[in-house]
């Protein structure tokens, strides 16, 4: 039976519900969050527990998770990051044959697992697949506006800053500035010369510029000159190869560092007066 209880899932996610449109599997206005996921090119999972589980990747493909539970436990259902927030380095990002994956998922059928790291669902519908540019773009990541710890600035050199846990920032003009200091926080900034911070641990980052926690996740936003359009580059918050807590930008090949992410903007346990 599909749990109907909103406490389920986290205020931001329920905050940011949309209704499915026409056509939908889950029928018109029903209340839906969209997920971002990897699998392999034939669609496996990298997951070893759902080994040989294999999901129909085009769009408007519907998947039942064969052994659906609805508790918060791990297993027993689809899993992935509600709104492209939580631990990312369960997406499995560094995978060379990985296609990443936006579904829709109801409300009533999605879990909350892990202490917010992911989610999981009974069915998905998929609406995207391809790279991790486009899913960025499909899910709209770290966007949010309105309550449940979500806040946004839009105007030239506008900021934004969510400081709860799985709060998201957005600034959308030029050299605007996000920041999310939360646990599992999501922040983007996606201006021209947009800063991006998210410095809670497992939180993701997205911006011409970027920064986060360890085990959080950076998206640069990047030009490419040969393909005449911007594109997305991303990495793990891994300790060594990415630094946590660090700017960083990419140059077209490689991840650059730009310094040292400000006291002001890290969460207080972090800040350098502490150590």
């Given at each position: 039976m599909a749990n109907q209880n909103p406490a389920y899932l986290?205020?931001?996610?329920?905050?940011?519900?949309?209704?499915?449109?026409?056509?939908?599997?889950?029928?018109?206005?029903?209340?839906?969050?969209?997920?971002?996921?990897?699998?392999?090119?034939?669609?496996?999972?990298?997951?070893?527990e759902a080994a040989g589980f294999r999901w129909q990747l085009e769009v408007g493909a519907v998947i039942e998770a064969p052994d659906w539970r609805p508790n918060a436990l791990c297993g027993g259902g689809l899993h992935g990051l509600a709104w492209a927030m939580g631990k990312w380095s369960l997406t499995h990002p560094d995978e060379s044959d990985a296609v990443w994956v936006v579904y829709r998922a109801a409300v009533a059928e999605t879990v909350s697992i892990d202490s917010g790291e992911k989610v999981k669902s009974k069915r998905a519908e998929v609406v995207y697949v391809g790279d991790l540019d486009g899913a960025l773009i499909a899910v709209g990541a770290a966007s949010a506006t309105g309550d449940s710890g979500a806040a946004s600035a839009t105007g030239y050199s506008g900021a934004a800053s969510a400081t709860g846990d799985s709060g998201a920032a957005s600034?959308?003009?030029?050299?605007?500035?996000?920041?999310?200091?939360g646990y599992s926080g999501a922040a983007s900034a996606t201006g021209d010369s947009g800063a991006a911070s998210a410095?809670?641990?497992?939180?993701?980052?997205?911006?011409?510029?970027?920064?986060a926690g360890?085990?959080?996740?950076?998206?640069?936003?990047?030009?490419?000159?040969?393909?005449?359009?911007?594109?997305?580059?991303?990495?793990?918050?891994?300790?060594?190869v990415i630094k946590p807590f660090v700017w960083y930008t990419f140059d077209g090949a490689r991840f650059v560092e730009l310094g040292p992410v400000a006291d002001d903007l890290l969460p207080p346990s972090a800040r350098r007066g502490n150590a």
């Open positions: 986290p205020n931001l996610i329920m905050g940011r519900a949309q209704p499915a449109p026409s056509g939908s599997v889950f029928g018109e206005g029903t209340p839906t969050i969209l997920c971002l996921r990897t699998n392999r090119t034939d669609g496996t999972c990298y997951a070893k600034a959308t003009g030029d050299s605007g500035a996000a920041s999310a200091t410095t809670g641990a497992q939180s993701c980052a997205m911006g011409m510029r970027a920064a360890l085990d959080g996740f950076i998206v640069c936003r990047w030009w490419d000159g040969a393909q005449g359009k911007y594109r997305f580059a991303g990495a793990a918050v891994d300790g060594e």
